[in-house]
C-alpha cells in the first residue's frame, strides 16, 4: 500500500498549491456536471478499472505462460525501466493517438478534454471504457506478472508526479521560463517529460490561437514521444481557454459510460439557405483539427 499512499500525497501536494494560487473548486468555468464526473471517474479507476485490469492481465498470463512468472526478477533495473516506458508509457502515448484520431475512443476520451479548466481534478476523468481498454494497463499487469512489481509501483509514482504537474493549474514550468539562466534546463525537460505549458496546449479550446495543439502535445509521463514521433509543439506559453470547440453535449452519465447511455437529444433541424434563423439556433461548426472524421455534431438537449 505505499506507494498508493505516495501517490495520494503527490495530489494533496498539487490540490494545496493549486487552491493556495487559485481556485481548487468552484472554477470560474466549472458547469454542475463536472464534480461528478471527476470524482465518479478517480473512484472508478482506482477502485474498480486498474484492479481489474491488472489481475485480469496477470491471469491470463498465468494461464498461458505459467512458466514465465517472475522470470524477470533478477533483471537489471535499466531493462525494468525500458520495458515500463515502452510497454506503459509509449502505448499510452499512442492509445492516446488513437483516441483523437477515430470517432468511437473519442466519444471515450472526450469527457477528460470536456473539462474548461486545467486542473490536477480532471487527469484521471475519462470513460471507463477508456481505461478499460487502455493497452498500456494490460501490458503492465502482464509485466508485474513477470516480475516488475515494486519496480512498476516506484514507475508509477513518478509518472502520476509528471501527470498530476502536467494537469495542475499551478504552472511551475513559469520559473524555468522566467530565469534566463535556466533556460537550457528547461529545454532539455519540455523535450523530455510533460509540463504544464506542453499539455495545456493538448487542452486548448482555440486551435488557431498559436498555442493549442490538439492533435499533437499526447505524451503522459514522457514529451519526448511526441518529439519523436513528430506531434510536438512547444510554445513556452498556456492557452487563454480550455475544452472542446464545436462538440455536442453530454451530460455526466455520457461521459462516464457511453455507450451504454446517450444524452437525449433533439433532432437536428436541416434548413434550407434561405431560411432565416438567428445566430443562437444555428447548428455548430465543428473545429476539424480538434473531432475525428466523421463526429456527428448535434443541438443541446
Not at 116 to 132: E, T
Not at 155 to 177: N, Q, R, S
Not at 244 to 266: C, S, V
Request: proline content about 5%.
Amino acid at each position: 500500500m505505499g506507494y498508493q499512499w505516495a501517490i495520494l500525497a503527490v495530489f494533496i501536494m498539487f490540490a494545496l498549491l493549486e487552491a493556495k494560487n487559485g481556485k481548487l473548486f468552484k472554477k470560474a468555468t466549472e458547469v454542475s456536471d463536472d464534480g461528478k464526473v471527476e470524482l465518479i471517474g478517480t473512484l472508478l479507476l482506482f477502485i474498480v478499472t486498474q484492479p481489474l485490469v491488472l489481475f485480469c492481465s496477470a491471469t491470463m498470463m498465468a494461464l498461458a505462460f505459467p512458466q514465465y512468472q517472475g522470470i524477470l526478477v533478477d533483471s537489471p533495473i535499466l531493462l525494468y525501466i525500458a520495458l515500463l516506458l515502452i510497454f506503459d508509457d509509449m502505448m499510452q502515448y499512442w492509445w492516446h493517438r488513437l483516441s483523437h484520431s477515430t470517432r468511437f475512443l473519442y466519444n471515450l476520451h472526450r469527457a477528460h478534454h470536456n473539462a474548461k479548466y486545467m486542473s490536477v481534478r480532471i487527469i484521471y476523468r475519462n470513460n471507463f471504457f477508456y481505461y478499460l481498454f487502455m493497452p498500456s494497463l494490460w501490458f503492465s499487469g502482464a509485466l508485474i506478472y513477470l516480475g516488475l512489481g515494486w519496480t512498476y509501483a516506484f514507475y508509477l509514482v513518478v509518472k502520476l508526479t509528471v501527470i498530476t504537474g502536467a494537469h495542475a493549474e499551478w504552472k511551475w514550468d513559469k520559473t524555468l521560463y522566467s530565469i534566463r539562466w535556466l533556460h537550457p534546463v528547461a529545454w532539455v525537460i519540455e523535450r523530455t517529460i510533460s509540463t504544464p505549458s506542453t499539455h495545456s496546449a493538448h487542452h486548448g479550446l482555440k486551435a488557431d490561437d498559436g498555442v493549442t495543439n490538439y492533435k499533437g502535445n499526447y505524451g503522459n509521463l514522457l514529451f519526448f514521444w511526441d518529439v519523436l514521433f513528430g506531434t510536438a509543439k512547444i510554445t513556452r506559453q498556456y492557452p487563454a481557454q480550455y475544452g472542446i470547440e464545436g462538440m455536442f453535449y453530454a451530460n455526466w452519465k455520457e461521459q462516464l459510460i457511453w455507450p451504454l447511455y446517450k444524452t437525449p437529444r433533439k433532432p437536428r433541424v436541416v434548413r434550407s439557405p434561405s431560411t432565416k434563423v438567428n445566430d443562437a439556433s444555428q447548428p455548430l461548426i465543428p473545429n476539424t483539427k480538434q473531432i475525428p472524421t466523421g463526429e456527428t455534431i448535434e443541438s443541446k438537449a
